[in-house]
């Protein structure tokens, strides 16, 4: 397994890491006994970032990775890194209700979050996005006295813009920021990830299968299941899926040339692009079964020539996909956007 340092501040990590989200929410029922199999797989096979959310399914997935943690060796459960997201608001019905980046906020997520974890320590910590009433100064700081305190051992951030990116990191060293990036959604690549580079900051990038869209198993008569977070998604709707699955099919044409599959080249892509741009990107694969695991653990192996990415180019421009990659509402909550 390739390795690499964060960002001039972070911890030494596998070149991809386990994006957990979809073992407990927003993509349909998932197997419990297969996620944790899953995350037994990825610790065995050399991946050491898991990426959670507290709010993912109200602490369910934190548990989930409690779990899988306690059960794994023992020499896996020591290599493993937790980065964690906090600050949104849920309530009972499963409703979303804002972000909260308040110091006491931050203190009191991170002790639920660390008993349901079952840890010492959470290894990367970040706000899920940026509170609008809250400095990002003051939530910033409020997690470096957890570092001090021992509680935390590195500071993230996510979906922040170039400026928020400059306040936080005058405040304390940043290990990573936490974004989507993928061949259909290349927004950081003009201001945000120039200046991650410039700040020695890391990039560990979600959504490299744009939720599966571009991952070569989304077919055009799919049925998603009752809360699933796409059927809200904009590219996932009408005319927009039918031409981002147009652009899925030009990027297959090229992966079966090279013998991979869709989704390998997607995520060869995205690990093509640090030292294109002189950052440190660690792709976040969602994978929520061991053969999706397994598929995404190839693109380590694939290597993409100038020519194969100039193909790639071609055939999925930047701004090539129809629809923005959040329902409008939630893209109103993206500092990176503004």
Excluded at 211 to 240: E, K, W, Y
Excluded at 246 to 260: M, P, S, T
Aim: proline letters at 4%.
């Amino acid at each position: 397994m390739r390795t690499l340092t964060l960002g001039a501040n972070g911890p030494r990590t596998a070149a991809l890491g386990l994006g957990c989200m979809g073992m407990s929410a927003l993509y349909g029922e998932a197997d419990r006994d297969e996620s944790i199999a899953t995350i037994h797989a990825a610790l065995d096979a050399g991946v050491t970032l898991l990426d959670t959310g507290d709010f993912y399914a109200m602490g369910h997935n934190e548990m989930l990775i409690g779990e899988a943690l306690r059960s794994a060796p023992a020499a896996a459960r020591e290599q493993a890194l937790t980065s964690v997201k906090f600050g949104a608001l849920r309530d009972p019905d499963g409703g979303w209700s804002g972000y909260d980046g308040r110091p006491g906020a931050v203190k009191n997520f991170a002790a639920y979050s660390l008993q349901r974890l079952g840890v010492d320590h959470i290894d990367i910590y970040r706000i899920a996005r940026v509170d609008p009433d809250v400095p990002i100064e003051e939530t910033v700081g409020a997690i470096a006295e957890l570092v001090q305190a021992g509680h935390v051992r590195h500071i993230g951030l996510s979906e922040v813009g170039a400026a928020t990116l400059r306040r936080a990191a005058a405040v304390a060293p940043i290990s990573d920021l936490q974004i989507e990036y993928s061949l259909i959604s290349r927004g950081i690549e003009d201001e945000i990830l120039p200046t991650a580079s410039e700040l020695g900051i890391g990039v560990t990038a979600y959504g490299v299968l744009s939720r599966g869209l571009i991952s070569g198993h989304f077919t055009r008569d799919r049925q998603l299941a009752a809360g699933d977070f796409r059927g809200m998604s904009p590219r996932f709707q009408g005319q927009n899926l039918q031409h981002n699955l147009d652009l899925v099919d030009a990027l297959r044409k090229i992966a079966e040339q090279k013998g991979v599959s869709v989704a390998q080249t997607a995520i060869a892509w995205v690990l093509a692009q640090g030292p294109r741009h002189g950052a440190d990107i660690v792709p976040l694969v969602g994978a929520r079964r061991r053969d999706r695991l397994a598929e995404a653990l190839g693109a380590l192996d694939v290597e993409l020539t100038a020519s194969d990415l100039a193909a790639i180019e071609a055939a999925v421009p930047a701004g090539a996909a129809a629809g923005d990659r959040y329902p409008q509402a939630q893209m109103a909550h993206l500092d990176s956007e503004h």
